[in-house]
């Protein structure tokens, strides 16, 4: 009977229109013919299971059979296979299509970390010559270190985060034009809600008091699910107490040891080293980003300052944690997830200045970037200013970037030239 269902399944898929031929594209780049098992990992609901199809779309505009496409999500809730059911996967599709090998196909296991022992199964199938595969987990039971391990050098990850602001203004069927005053007003007006609201992709149209319960559910989810279930964290107002005081910090320097201090005084009973794993935790879900003080010694990088990161404006603001009214955090959070879209190896830079962002590529620092509101204060002006050309002069640089909300100038000072630009046309450059 389960073989049946299967065959149902599998079948359902290739006669019905693809749901990626409603959605929009996201601009991530994922290749598919590595001959690597690819692995999508990213927070919950930005956009995994979309992107999937947004592939299998891509193989069929190439002319790839629809029958060679293998499309299973692991949470239909007829499925509920065990282990040793996996092979009755594969067994379903060869009654069904006995003319294909399976060396031809591609697998897109959705949500696979469902079934006990996936990894061994995967593991065997793409050992047998199946290297067209691809899947995503939830954060509960997957996660990207967990993946490297589990599929021993056969997997490639990709991390998919909410929506750029690129990404945003396509779903909201805008083209900009950073060129056209009237294009860069619209810009700007969109630009103001990206700020504000974020860009997890479901809420993007929702008004405001529906974008907000939504968003509460997702950090619903991932306290019940993904901390509580996956971790089995046992003190629930400890763990709350935790999260906000964390990502009511984003942007800040993060100390966990006056937030334990904090929980002492306030009757909380919670060791310190469970405040650590809390917020290890926090980041392998997605809920919050580390981002470290550059130093020589790798050691004092990872045992130095840290800063703090939230994974969506929105979120925050769904929270009520008092963030909306900030600009500068908005912006700081906004170009910090940006440069983590773009993969790159981001410190903070700080000795008697700062400076926000320092790009790293190899041994060498590579690019210095100062995010401010306006330049026009002249106090901040110059605190910007000392901080991005003290940065510049300690490894070498000859050019710095200040990102603002709208202001836009050049400047040469001491043969440093730094960059002001506004915004939305670092993020569409």
């Not at 050098?153 to 005053?181: A, M």
């Not at 997890?200 to 939504?214: G, Q």
């Not at 009520?320 to 940006?338: C, I, M, N, P, R």
């Not at 041994?363 to 605190?383: G, L, N």
């Amino acid at each position: 009977m389960k073989k049946e269902l299967l065959k149902q399944i599998i079948r359902d898929f290739h006669v019905t229109p693809l749901p990626a031929l409603k959605l929009k594209r996201r601009t991530l780049q994922v290749p598919v013919d590595t001959g690597k098992i690819i692995t999508l990992v990213g927070v919950r609901r930005s956009g995994k299971t979309s992107y999937l199809f947004n592939l299998i779309e891509d193989l069929l505009n190439k002319s790839v059979p629809v029958n060679t496409v293998l499309y299973v999500n692991f949470e239909d809730e007829r499925l509920n296979l065990k282990t040793e059911e996996l092979d009755l996967l594969m067994r379903s599709y060869q009654e069904l299509y006995p003319d294909i090998q399976l060396e031809e196909c591609y697998f897109f296991f959705d949500e696979i970390q469902n079934i006990d022992g996936w990894d061994t199964f995967v593991r065997r199938i793409y050992d047998k010559g199946m290297k067209n595969i691809f899947i995503t987990g939830s954060n509960a039971r997957f996660l990207s270190r967990e993946i490297a391990t589990a599929l021993r050098g056969r997997t490639i990850c990709y991390e998919v985060f909410p929506l750029s602001f690129h990404e945003y203004l396509n779903f909201k069927g805008i083209v900009p034009d950073v060129n056209s005053t009237k294009s860069i007003a619209h810009i700007n007006h969109h630009l103001v809600d990206y700020l504000k609201n974020g860009g997890f992709p479901e809420v993007i149209d929702y008004d405001a008091p529906l974008r907000n319960r939504v968003l509460q559910e997702y950090f619903n989810v991932m306290i019940y699910r993904d901390l509580l279930e996956r971790y089995e964290i046992k003190n629930l107002p400890a763990l709350k107490f935790f999260l906000k005081r964390i990502l009511s910090s984003a942007t800040k320097l993060i100390s966990v040891n006056n937030i334990y201090n904090e929980l002492k005084s306030s009757g909380f009973k919670i060791g310190k080293s469970q405040l650590y794993e809390n917020l290890d935790a926090c980041v392998n879900i997605y809920l919050a980003q580390i981002l470290r003080k550059h130093t020589k010694s790798p050691v004092d990088r990872e045992l130095g300052d840290k800063k703090i990161y939230a994974i969506d404006n929105g979120l925050l603001n769904s929270l009520d944690y008092k963030f909306s009214d900030d600009t500068g955090k908005a912006l700081e959070q906004v170009v910090f997830l940006e440069l983590r879209r773009r993969e790159q190896e981001i410190y903070f830079y700080k000795d008697k200045s700062e400076c926000d962002f320092i790009i790293r590529h190899g041994i060498e620092i590579t690019k210095a970037i100062q995010v401010s509101v306006a330049m026009s204060d002249e106090k901040t002006r110059k605190r910007e200013i000392r901080g991005l050309t003290d940065c510049c002069n300690e490894f070498g640089l000859q050019k710095g970037l200040i990102i603002t909300r709208d202001s836009s100038e050049e400047l040469d000072l001491n043969g440093i030239k730094i960059s002001i630009v506004p915004l939305f046309r670092w993020l569409l450059s």
